[in-house]
């Protein structure tokens, strides 16, 4: 079974991206395991720092993942800087990252009708650089998201459908990944 690793792209507890996550988290298939990082806690990224435990313990759960999964908001038509920041944490060193070859999902939200679309492209492009390998399918965003927050979880049973039959398949494509069931 896959192991994945979710990394939501807001430091709000209470953000549509984390509620995104956990609602995604717990649609995964039996025998799926899950973590989710808190991209929050590492340091800003300083080459200098070497020996930074939270950096360190972010580092372990991206290696242990067979897949990542993104959920960003919208940032001013990008990525929020603090997702930005954990991608170049974990690009390190370079062309042999543990992003290199990881098969990565990337999932956005946005208190707009566009949900995030525009992030979604810059993520690619930022992961392609690192060699990634981007889950290829439709994308799955979250328009008007923050309307959609229900006790800490996203309730949007379309989107989270949608969302759930593209994890199947982006969990059969990761390393001992199983279809959704």
């Keep these: 079974m896959a192991h994945i690793l979710f990394i939501p792209g807001s430091l709000r507890e209470a953000s549509s991206s984390r509620a995104t996550a956990r609602a995604l988290a717990a649609r995964l298939p039996a025998g799926t395991t899950h973590d989710t990082v808190d991209p929050g806690r590492l340091p800003h990224y300083n080459a200098d720092i070497k020996d930074d435990p939270e950096v360190a313990a972010f580092l372990e759960k991206l290696k242990g993942a067979d897949g990542v999964v993104f959920v960003?908001?919208?940032?001013?038509?990008?990525?929020?800087?603090?997702?930005?920041?954990a991608i170049d944490w974990g690009s390190r060193p370079a062309f042999e990252s543990p992003f290199k070859d990881k098969l990565c999902l990337i999932v956005s939200t946005s208190g707009g009708a566009l949900g995030g679309v525009r992030a979604q492209s810059h993520l690619k492009y930022v992961l392609n650089g690192m060699l990634a390998?981007?889950?290829?399918?439709?994308?799955?965003v979250v328009p008007m998201a923050n309307g959609k927050v229900v006790d800490g979880m996203l309730e949007d049973d379309a989107i989270l459908e949608f969302a759930e039959e593209v994890m199947g398949d982006f969990l059969s494509a990761c390393k001992g990944g199983a279809a959704a069931g």
């Design 72 to 85: 960003s908001p919208e940032y001013n038509y990008s990525i929020p800087g603090l997702l930005k920041n």
């Design 133 to 140: 390998r981007v889950h290829p399918c439709k994308e799955i």
